[in-house]
């Protein structure tokens, strides 16, 4: 509600801000305008987003699946931990201009290079929550599974795994906003479609309306996935939001 | 056949054996055998010394036999019980026990699972079906007064009841020992006397081996056959008194105010 209320004024001082100041439509297009383009475009800015919102999709789906792998075994090996953790800090620093050029050439111009960019950049936030999750179990509830004769994997099972699940779902919020960067960037590297091809197709042709309309669809689907996220963590983990027990 | 567990050599780190590896002792005798147990913890800080949690302990528990362990806050009381459920190793000295069911302080129930997956946990840890697991944890709910709140998650159960759901789960672990840490620490005065006394019901009703570590003396002489006083740490046994008081045993009875005097005694020394 407030978030709407905040929108609004801002939208509203946007309109009169570029109204009044007479700037360049090229520089920053009225809301009224890119309304205008939202709608006129309607066509081609779905047909390129459903091609963006898969690879922010499926890039994050391969960095939920690597990243939980790499959360599990740097959980059950520290030698791994040792080995792991500083190259994943490091993964985090590499400008993805540096290397999609390379992913397209290995990857070619399709949807692989793309999720594997979004998985790069989604990989570290998934993985850290994860992580601290799996190590926040109670060491006492670690010391009842082993009286009951529980192994190593038993523990993990049915103790740690579930505890380290609302960590993932932090994760996976985390990586939503970054994601749809990541998605951006990677197809300004060569693509045929997407949003990104859109932007910077609609700025050569100096219809900057079109390219803020582009990238307002694209906040939105971030908004949504973000939210559908929210709400699958309350429905699938009800006892992750309720008060502690003293 | 009983695992006994010694002391590591010096210098050698040797992890603690799991409990599962040690094998129940069907024969007569005593169900712990502690014998001059020292045990040590690192230093918190380096350069500090390192902490004497126990110092010499000596304790037997008789199969079918109820012994509290009562003594100060810091005592060992629960380096003792661990010790007892072969999850750390002692220093020096040796600890023979039959396989135990630890129940500690905090309820420690798993806050996304129903109380009968909670009780069942260790029937499920020993390869049961949920189903079959849940078939067995379910009477014994019914008769700790939980009917109805099966499928209660912990969060919504009373602090009373999760701790009857802690020791269902304790219970159908199946071992023939259980060492029970504070079990009612966590509970208000008068809910603690309800449950003290509901203790007493369920364990003359299914009879155990029971190791029971409090601050509490009076809870100790309403549950145990024999008290053991622990002195401050060092932990160290300094007084065994046996309790005779026929049971139900109650709060006021003559016999137990004297012990009770006598254990404080022996705590304040």
């Known amino acids: 509600m407030m978030a709407a209320v905040v929108l609004l004024a801002m939208i509203g001082g946007w309109e009169l801000y570029v109204h009044a100041s007479g700037i360049d439509e090229l520089l920053l297009p009225a809301p009224s305008a890119v309304g205008e383009a939202l709608y006129d475009d309607r066509g081609l800015l779905w047909e390129n987003f459903t091609v963006t919102a898969g690879e922010i999709g499926l890039g994050i789906a391969a960095a939920v699946a690597v990243g939980l792998a790499c959360a599990i075994a740097i959980h059950f090996s520290p030698a791994l931990r040792r080995a792991l953790y500083p190259l994943l800090v490091g993964s985090q620093t590499i400008p993805i201009p540096v290397v999609a050029p390379l992913l397209v050439v ?30 926040r179990v109670d060491a006492d509830q670690r010391k009842l599974m082993r009286s009951f004769g529980a192994s190593r994997w038993q523990t993990f099972r049915m103790v740690e795994a ?4 609302p960590g993932l779902f932090t994760g996976a919020k985390l990586s939503v906003a970054i994601a749809a960067i990541a ?64 | ?16 054996p799991r409990a599962s590896a040690r094998q129940a002792d069907a024969g007569m005798g005593a169900a712990v055998r502690l014998d001059g147990v020292v045990k040590h913890f690192a230093p918190v800080r380096r350069g500090s010394v390192p902490v004497t949690a126990l110092d010499g302990v000596t304790l037997d528990v008789g199969e079918g036999e ?45 806050p996304w699972a129903s109380a009968v997956d909670n009780a069942a946990l260790a029937l499920r840890v020993a390869g049961l079906s949920r189903a079959a697991a849940r078939e067995r944890a379910a009477p014994l709910l019914r008769d700790f007064g939980l009917a109805g709140f099966e499928r ?11 701790q009857r759901v802690a020791f269902a789960r304790t219970l159908l672990a199946g071992r023939p020992l259980l060492c029970l840490d504070e079990p009612f620490g966590a509970l208000d005065a008068l809910t603690r006397q309800e449950m003290q ?17 409090t601050h509490d003396v009076e809870e100790a002489l309403v549950l145990a056959d024999r008290v053991v006083v622990l002195s401050p740490r060092p932990g160290r046994a300094v007084a065994t008194l046996t309790v005779e ?4 045993r109650r709060r006021t009875d003559p016999a137990l105010v004297a012990l009770r005097e006598r254990a404080l005694s022996e705590l304040r020394a």
């Open chain 1, 106 to 135: 290995w990857f070619g111009f399709d949807l692989g290079p793309k999720i594997a960019i979004v998985a790069l950049v989604c990989f570290f936030p998934i993985v850290v929550p994860t992580l601290d999750a799996l190590a």
């Open chain 1, 162 to 165: 579930p505890a380290a699940l």
């Open chain 1, 183 to 246: 998605a951006i960037l990677a197809e300004q590297a060569g693509t045929e479609k997407g949003i990104g091809r859109i932007v910077d197709q609609a700025l050569a042709q100096f219809e900057t309306p079109r390219a803020y309309a582009a990238v307002l669809v694209l906040s939105a689907f971030a908004v949504a996935l973000f939210g559908l996220l929210a709400l699958a963590e309350r429905k699938l983990l009800p006892w992750a939001h309720e008060p502690r027990q003293p």
């Open chain 2, 1 to 16: 056949m009983q695992t006994r567990i010694t002391a590591p050599r010096e210098g050698s780190r040797s992890e603690a």
């Open chain 2, 66 to 110: 109820i012994v509290a362990v009562v003594g100060p806050s810091g005592c060992g009381k629960t380096t003792l019980l661990e010790l007892a459920c072969g999850l750390i190793a002692p220093d020096a000295g040796t600890v023979e026990a039959a396989p135990a069911a630890l129940m500690a302080q905090s309820d420690l129930l798993l």
């Open chain 2, 152 to 162: 209660a998650r912990p969060h919504e159960l009373s602090g009373g009841m999760r």
């Open chain 2, 197 to 213: 006394s509901w203790l007493a019901g369920a364990l003359a009703a299914d009879p155990r081996t029971v190791l029971l570590v």
């Open chain 2, 245 to 248: 008081a026929p049971r139900p």
